[in-house]
């Protein structure tokens, strides 16, 4: 699966569009504006399954206008970290696969609602784009699972853990939600288009070599002869040369595709160039 991406990364990676994730943010704010205005206009983009049947397909598109929330402070927390979670999605994986990650959520979305509607008659038309926003936050948390974030502006918690509860509120809701009701059977049906998002994508792209014994070996052999000087850093990343004094919030991570013991700040990680054992004594990673 990984190789079938990168070939589709070649073929069609020119064609990937930058920033995607500010254009889905731009579209709920466009949407909360039109809802404000006359909510009848918003009725006409919304997600109808009924009505896509009948010749309107582009619903099929334009429910990513449907904002996730009333709520004007709610909007605003929402562009505010979700634009920051798109942009370090993309940072890390590349504009292509990001795109692909948000397409797919976005089509899995549309085909959960249509198995939905066929298989119970229940018509989706509250679809919004909540369930990619978790899945997104899912693959961010699996990412940077240090990041913190501040809770009520107040108390700070790491992005691993908030996964972790909202992993823990769909497993309640997931159970919890009636087996016998179309609308029981929507929620179920829609934690899992989510939630298949992101183990797919992330059991067909991660590298498995990392937590193989050689490289565990070499990652427990490397931090015992490390013995920092005096109070200097413990960690630099061989491309900018940042240590952990430089931020809080950086992150630093062992390539195991590299031959040697190199290290990589959370930018660098997925973008550095590969240093091979013939490399290795002539130049340093870029």
């Not at 292509?96 to 198995?115: D, E, H, K, P």
């Not at 009701?181 to 049906?189: D, E, F, N, R």
């Not at 809080?248 to 660098?268: A, I, M, V």
């Amino acid at each position: 699966m990984s190789n079938f991406i990168n070939k589709m990364e070649r073929k069609f990676g020119r064609y990937a569009i930058p920033n995607l994730m500010l254009y889905i943010i731009i579209a709920n704010v466009a949407g909360f504006l039109i809802n404000m205005i006359n909510p009848i206009f918003l009725y006409y983009l919304n997600f109808n399954m009924s009505a896509i049947l009948r010749g309107q397909i582009w619903r099929i598109v334009t429910y990513i206008f449907v904002p996730t929330s009333g709520n004007l402070l709610s909007l605003i927390l929402f562009c505010l970290v979700y634009y920051m979670i798109g942009l370090s999605l993309e940072r890390a994986w590349g504009a292509f696969r990001q795109n692909l990650y948000i397409i797919s959520g976005l089509l899995g979305q549309v085909i959960g609602a249509a198995v939905v509607y066929f298989v119970t008659g229940y018509n989706m038309t509250g679809l919004n784009t909540s369930y990619l926003n978790a899945s997104m936050f899912f693959a961010y948390a699996a990412l940077f699972p240090n990041m913190q974030f501040y809770f009520y502006f107040i108390i700070p918690i790491k992005a691993k853990w908030m996964a972790l509860i909202s992993g823990a509120v769909y497993i309640y809701e997931f159970i919890t939600s009636s087996w016998t009701t179309a609308a029981g059977w929507s929620t179920k049906v829609m934690i899992i288009m989510s939630l298949i998002n992101f183990l797919v994508f992330f059991a067909a792209t991660r590298n498995y070599r990392r937590i193989s014994p050689k490289q565990i070996r070499r990652r427990y052999t490397f931090e015992k002869n490390a013995k920092p000087k005096g109070n200097g850093p413990k960690h630099k990343c061989a491309v900018c040369g940042r240590t952990e004094l430089d931020g809080d919030d950086l992150e630093f991570r062992y390539c195991s595709k590299c031959e040697g013991q190199y290290e990589y700040c959370q930018d660098h990680l997925y973008t550095h160039k590969h240093v091979t054992s013939h490399e290795a004594d002539h130049s340093s990673p870029q």
